[in-house]
């Protein structure tokens, strides 16, 4: 971009659009952009302190718009760049409930250390949360996702799982390209990790 | 649904047993009963812009029944039909009320801070959350507020701190929704200018949700 166009708050709005934009489950922590920001915060803000001091002092009315100016440019910076890491959070939460309380390693790159401090956390408070259901009983609230059309579900493998251990006992050996007829509530776990395909 | 075939190995005085340390009322509830209230309560849940009253009692009951069905259904032949209808509505069930959590989870990470400040207002048999609910939204609420700080708001100039007011996210009461009279209910005010309506059991109405969230509250009409 030209720099003569360049406004205040464009990268901040920059950030935004970039997130929205990208179809990955979470693209990496724009660090540089997320620095670039607060940079400009801080110059726009000490700029405005200086003049602040000159407008008290000489009483001169013709700083006043630019004041307000600054002042709007930076609500807009800081709005945006909370924008960004707010909805990169809820990126994050998604993959508390799509993968569990570890993060897949190929995902985990993307994150900066707060991010995945930050899903430490919630993974906890949540996992603390559903055990203390119904006076200690507890429910799994990241399963059932889906109302439920059948008891049973056809499903392909897509990888050479091992064996896997049903509820009542009996033990089927998950080879990669096999169907199975199960139970959808013990295997949803394993079609949601993309082990498992339901198919018809 | 067909909730009147859910429970047929139990019968009430059993359940009874169960639970005879909750309150007479609440001992006579049939099964059925609770299972209605829990699935209206999701319903509403599922509909109204914000949270609303948290029916726990309601849910522990419906719990024990599932484990109390759950430890019935053990004797039973794997391949009797009965076995194969009864397996299907717990599974029902147990999504019902994983929905009707999820929803108030969803909604406590939304309005975090809104709740616990309402919350705060309220006495103590007027909250909204459930005690464990209530822990999760202050954890949230801190874990998030944790994260602003270290990656943005602790390098920005003093004065852009303080403004966490600001931040606030708010449930728009005053969005539409659909609603089912329970019961007739005379002159509901509708609209700015103290138009008045009545409702008719059993009619359905598009409203603003603000206008009938006491109507929702006290049972007299449900959310659809």
Same mark, same amino acid.
């Given at each position: 971009?030209?720099?003569?166009?360049?406004?205040? !708050?464009?990268?901040?709005?920059?950030?935004?659009?970039?997130?929205?934009?990208?179809?990955?489950?979470?693209?990496?922590?724009?660090?540089?952009?997320?620095?670039?920001?607060?940079?400009?915060?801080? $110059?726009?803000?000490?700029?405005?302190?200086?003049? $602040?001091?000159?407008?008290?002092?000489?009483?001169?009315?013709?700083?006043?718009?630019?004041?307000?100016?600054?002042?709007? !440019?930076?609500?807009?910076?800081?709005?945006?760049?909370?924008?960004?890491?707010?909805?990169?959070?809820?990126?994050?939460?998604?993959?508390?409930?799509?993968?569990?309380?570890?993060?897949? $390693?190929?995902?985990?790159?993307?994150?900066?250390?707060?991010?995945?401090?930050?899903?430490?956390?919630?993974?906890?408070?949540? $996992?603390?949360?559903?055990?203390?259901?119904?006076?200690?009983?507890?429910?799994?609230?990241?399963?059932?996702?889906?109302?439920?059309?059948?008891?049973?579900?056809?499903?392909?493998?897509?990888?050479?799982?091992?064996?896997?251990?049903?509820?009542?006992?009996?033990?089927?050996?998950?080879?990669?390209?096999?169907?199975?007829?199960?139970?959808? !509530?013990?295997?949803?776990?394993?079609?949601?990790?993309?082990?498992?395909?339901?198919?018809? | 649904?067909?909730?009147?075939?859910?429970?047929?190995?139990?019968?009430?005085?059993?359940?009874?047993?169960?639970?005879?340390?909750?309150?007479?009322?609440?001992?006579?509830?049939?099964?059925?009963?609770?299972?209605?209230?829990?699935?209206?309560?999701?319903?509403?849940?599922?509909?109204?812009?914000?949270?609303?009253?948290?029916?726990?009692?309601?849910?522990?009951?419906?719990?024990? *029944?599932?484990?109390?069905?759950?430890?019935?259904?053990?004797?039973?032949?794997?391949?009797?039909?009965?076995?194969?209808?009864?397996?299907?509505?717990?599974?029902?069930?147990?999504?019902?009320?994983?929905?009707?959590?999820?929803?108030?989870?969803?909604?406590?990470?939304?309005?975090?801070?809104?709740?616990?400040?309402?919350?705060?207002?309220?006495?103590?048999?007027?909250?909204?959350?459930?005690?464990?609910?209530?822990?999760?939204?202050?954890?949230?609420?801190?874990?998030?507020?944790?994260?602003?700080?270290?990656?943005?708001?602790?390098?920005?100039?003093?004065?852009?701190?303080?403004?966490?007011? *600001?931040?606030?996210?708010?449930?728009?009461?005053?969005?539409?929704?659909?609603?089912?009279?329970?019961?007739?209910?005379?002159?509901?005010?509708?609209?700015?200018?103290?138009?008045?309506?009545?409702?008719?059991?059993?009619?359905?109405?598009?409203?603003?949700?603000?206008?009938?969230?006491?109507?929702?509250?006290?049972?007299?009409?449900?959310?659809?």
């Amino acid at each position: 971009m030209a720099k003569s166009n360049k406004m205040f !708050a464009d990268k901040a709005f920059e950030l935004v659009k970039e997130l929205e934009r990208s179809s990955q489950t979470i693209p990496p922590f724009d660090d540089d952009g997320v620095r670039q920001v607060l940079e400009e915060i801080k $110059a726009i803000f000490e700029e405005n302190c200086a003049q $602040a001091a000159n407008y008290s002092t000489s009483g001169d009315r013709t700083l006043w718009p630019l004041l307000n100016f600054r002042h709007a !440019a930076l609500q807009r910076n800081k709005r945006c760049l909370l924008t960004y890491l707010y909805k990169r959070l809820l990126r994050i939460k998604a993959l508390r409930w799509e993968f569990g309380p570890i993060i897949p $390693a190929d995902i985990k790159t993307s994150l900066c250390e707060p991010e995945v401090n930050f899903f430490n956390t919630y993974s906890k408070s949540l $996992a603390s949360y559903m055990r203390s259901i119904g006076d200690g009983q507890g429910i799994d609230l990241t399963g059932d996702l889906r109302p439920p059309k059948s008891l049973y579900i056809e499903v392909r493998c897509l990888e050479d799982y091992g064996k896997f251990e049903l509820e009542d006992g009996e033990v089927i050996y998950l080879k990669k390209n096999s169907q199975h007829y199960l139970p959808r !509530a013990q295997v949803e776990t394993l079609v949601r990790q993309g082990i498992l395909q339901h198919i018809a | 649904m067909s909730e009147g075939d859910i429970i047929p190995p139990l019968s009430d005085t059993e359940q009874n047993e169960d639970f005879d340390d909750e309150v007479d009322e609440e001992e006579l509830i049939t099964a059925q009963k609770v299972l209605e209230i829990v699935e209206t309560a999701w319903k509403n849940e599922l509909c109204a812009p914000e949270i609303l009253q948290h029916q726990t009692d309601m849910l522990e009951l419906m719990l024990g *029944q599932v484990a109390h069905m759950e430890e019935n259904m053990k004797d039973l032949d794997k391949n009797d039909f009965r076995f194969i209808v009864h397996q299907m509505e717990l599974e029902r069930i147990r999504y019902v009320m994983a929905s009707y959590l999820r929803c108030r989870l969803q909604k406590i990470e939304t309005y975090t801070r809104h709740i616990l400040n309402e919350e705060e207002t309220r006495e103590v048999a007027e909250k909204r959350l459930s005690p464990e609910e209530f822990k999760y939204a202050q954890e949230f609420a801190e874990n998030v507020e944790q994260y602003f700080q270290q990656v943005a708001l602790q390098y920005m100039p003093n004065m852009q701190r303080a403004e966490a007011e *600001q931040r606030i996210v708010r449930p728009n009461l005053m969005s539409h929704v659909f609603i089912k009279a329970n019961v007739d209910v005379p002159s509901v005010v509708v609209g700015v200018d103290d138009e008045e309506v009545d409702l008719t059991a059993g009619s359905q109405h598009i409203i603003p949700y603000q206008l009938v969230s006491d109507l929702i509250y006290k049972n007299q009409a449900q959310l659809i």
